[in-house]
């Protein structure tokens, strides 16, 4: 029998993926003159609009911001790639 943090550990992971797999298209598929930073900012306010609570989760929450540095400590943000700015 499947446990329900099992289930829930595969759906977050599955999601997780699927974001960064669409990140990195986003990057590769963008002209060149364009900075990454400036997509992403536009990619926050296409968020805040379609799903608020969420983008205020991810800003105002102590919790997710601590979550955010404990992954950092464990795993050093380094891009995979050169990412244009």
């Known amino acids: ?5 099992d289930k829930a550990d595969r759906i977050i992971n599955r999601t997780a993926v699927r974001i960064s797999n669409e990140l ?8 060149e003159e364009f900075a990454t930073q ?3 900012e536009e990619i ?3 968020l805040a ?4 609570w969420l983008v205020r ?3 105002e929450d102590g ?3 601590e979550s955010y540095w404990a992954a950092v400590a464990r795993r050093p943000v380094t891009p995979r790639r050169r990412v244009r700015s």
């Open 24 to 31: 990195n298209r986003m990057v590769a598929d963008l002209p």
């Open 49 to 52: 609009d379609l799903h608020p």
């Open 1 to 5: 029998m499947t446990r329900p943090f």
């Open 63 to 65: 919790d997710i911001r």
């Open 44 to 46: 926050i306010v296409a």
């Open 38 to 40: 400036q997509a992403i």
């Open 57 to 59: 989760l991810i800003m």
